[in-house]
């Protein structure tokens, strides 16, 4: 049987971006008053603001005040710059090398904060390496410089809302994983839950923790369509918006019991 797995998915950009409000409230990081206020004054809309709605926007200011300074990605870990204050945003170049290698990794760990950013600059060193793109076979003056993210491709987004593919699949003879690393803010997991939840698809079992190593590694929740479609979701507990770079040991225990139809 052939399935596919989705992890921290957007589905519906303007949705998991509203979600996050929810979410923050969820987590402690917007109070109860403000996040009622919110969702009563915006009626639940935090992306398409009627700009004459002045009681939502004065609330959308105090929720920004109180999100703006959290890690989308992992809501625990520090917010960071990315590499550092002479750089903007994370990007090869010389200057890196000269500046930043003896700032980051030479400095004692206890007089700088551990920040994420700092793991990605070590695959801009290896993959920039003249010997390593010679190994790798890559043709001399094809790539110029390889970039984590490539923000060069042109498209256009005309897909706004995917969900209807997925209520596609679910009439299909497929299984679907579909996992959140839990302290996602920038696609939480209660929009992708919302989005589940919307197929109408037929709850086989209670939400419960499964584990790994005899501690809880998340909460799975298992759904189908007769004896053709199912659809396992799961969080991922602690894990960011990429789960498995977060959680490795229990992504890879869901994933292999997963294919193994085992039970999480």
Request: aromatic residues 12%; proline residues 6%; neutral net charge.
């Amino acid at each position: 049987m052939m399935g596919y797995v989705l992890g921290n998915p957007v589905t519906c950009e303007a949705k998991d971006i509203s979600q996050r409000i929810p979410f923050g409230h969820k987590t402690a990081l917007i109070s109860d008053e403000l996040y009622e206020s919110t969702k009563k004054d915006c009626n639940g809309d935090y992306v398409n603001v009627d700009p004459t709605n002045g009681a939502c926007l004065t609330d959308l200011e105090m929720v920004s005040r109180c999100l703006e300074k959290i890690y989308l990605a992992q809501i625990l870990e520090p917010m960071c710059s990315f590499i550092s204050p002479n750089h903007t945003r994370l990007k090869w170049s010389r200057s890196i090398l000269d500046e930043t290698i003896i700032n980051v990794v030479s400095m004692p760990q206890q007089s700088r904060p551990w920040c994420r950013n700092y793991n990605y600059l070590y695959s801009y060193i290896w993959a920039n390496d003249r010997n390593v793109q010679e190994a790798l076979h890559i043709r001399e003056g094809t790539k110029p410089q390889w970039d984590r993210c490539n923000e060069s491709l042109s498209y256009t987004k005309d897909v706004p809302n995917s969900v209807i593919y997925h209520r596609y699949l679910s009439k299909t003879s497929l299984r679907a994983l579909i996992y959140s690393g839990d302290h996602d803010l920038a696609i939480p997991y209660v929009g992708t839950l919302d989005w589940i939840r919307s197929l109408n698809l037929t709850l086989l079992g209670p939400w419960s923790p499964w584990f790994v190593d005899g501690q809880v590694a998340g909460y799975s929740i298992l759904y189908a369509v007769g004896l053709k479609y199912d659809l396992t979701y799961t969080t991922i507990k602690g894990g960011g918006h990429t789960a498995p770079e977060y959680k490795p040991k229990e992504c890879f225990a869901m994933v292999d019991r997963w294919f193994s139809y085992y039970p999480l």
